[in-house]
């Protein structure tokens, strides 16, 4: 079969062979080709090998777009599996007031945080709300991200939830998107003391967001002062008999147990998880959960503490990493993500592609098309400036992606040839 595109002279390539999540230690083991070549059909990857095999067996036509890659490196586009990418406003103000001693839940109970977002947001078209998200998905892909999960929550009610649903399906960006409907995101200041109202609220939600499949997963803030263990419970609960996937916001200030009662439910992901315990990061191995943790948000929090990712690996489960973009984290470069996940974290760079890549696919279940360079899956490719990943741990603060090829067609190129 003809090809669409072939890459050849490619120093490195990164790949975890097999199918689903990469757990512990094999997530710093990848099988990495030297002197590498990839075809491209269709959108989807038709041939992985040596490059000279690949050039040799290749069935190349004078259509066929030839990229030398000369040495350089190229793994699999990233996966970004939790954002909160859609919203109005910005907070830079809140780093003074987290300066001088404020928490982040202080700043959420006085009504700043989420509620002031919330201000912003409500007053937003679908359709301003939808090209500001289409800005921040543009610049995620100039940092390789490929494939996103943005969820919803900065409406907290009927109205502005479904149109921050809306902004995301009416969104014309390249990327592959996953939706999440996180309306229990904080209790809004009308149903202030009564929270089990307002997770009424947004259950009477669910059948119309699954009618006109505007989400494709349901998440909820487990902690305190927002929602606890059992309501999370309700909601989450009421979600997967609409038929939504789950995900569930846990252990980021307080321990609620929330993870635990996610995992109970099947939920795909748990994040946050800087103060889950022995129990919790059981619970995530029996269930299969993917332990999702967001360096940069324990930054911008000025957090000394981290996640226990070095036993999560070690007790086999698959970490993912991602940026967490929201007002109070304002980052769509998962490339600073990584580097903070390795010299915060812990992570070997290895660690950190699985942790960029399969894992956060099979947190959003895309895990058998994106996330892998195999044959037969899609074909989001980065080519990088450098001759090996290290490199992008290691030199901060610079775009290390050169080529971003998204379904088999370069949609950015940075260096001349
Ligand atoms: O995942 N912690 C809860 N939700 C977001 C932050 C939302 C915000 O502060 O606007 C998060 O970090
Ligand atoms: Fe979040």
Known sequence: MTSDMILHNIGKLYTYPGKGPVPGSRMDDPTIIENAGVTIRDGKISMVGGSDEVWKKADLAEFTECIDCKGKAVVAGFVDPHTHAVFGGTREFEIS??????????????????????????SMSVEELSSTLDER??????????????????????????????AIKASKSRLTKVSTFLGPHAVP?????????????????????????????????????????????????????????????????????????????????????????????????????????????????????????????????????????????????????????????????????AASTVNPAHAIGLSDRKGRIEEGYDADLLVLKDDSFDHVVYHFGVNHVDRVILNGRVVRSELEW
């Open 97 to 122: 007031m987290k300066l001088k001693g404020a928490s982040y839940l202080e700043i959420l109970e006085a009504g700043g945080g989420i509620l002031r977002t919330m201000n912003d947001t409500r």
């Open 137 to 166: 998905l543009e610049r995620m892909l100039t940092y390789g991200t490929t494939s996103v999960e943005i969820k919803s929550g900065y409406g907290l009610d009927v109205e502005t939830e479904m149109k921050l649903l809306k």
């Open 189 to 353: 200041p009308e149903y202030k003391g009564r929270p089990d109202a307002f997770i009424d609220l947004m259950i009477s939600m669910l059948p119309e967001i699954v009618e006109k499949d505007l989400a494709e997963y349901a998440d909820i803030f487990c902690e305190k002062g927002v929602f606890d263990g059992e309501r999370s419970r309700r909601f989450l609960t009421a979600a997967r008999e609409a038929g939504l996937k789950l995900k569930i916001h846990s252990d980021e200030v307080e321990n609620l147990n929330g993870t635990v009662i996610g995992a109970e439910l099947g939920v795909a992901s748990a994040d946050h998880l800087l103060v889950s315990e022995d129990k919790d990061l059981e619970a995530m191995r029996i269930s299969g959960t993917v332990p999702t943790v967001l360096p940069g948000t324990l930054m911008t929090i000025f957090e000394e503490r981290v996640p226990r990712v070095r036993d999560m690996i070690e007790m086999d489960l698959p970490v993912a990493i991602a940026t967490d973009i929201n007002p109070n984290c304002m980052v769509e470069n998962l490339q600073f993500i990584q580097t903070l996940a390795c010299y915060r974290l812990k992570m070997t760079p290895n660690e950190i592609l």
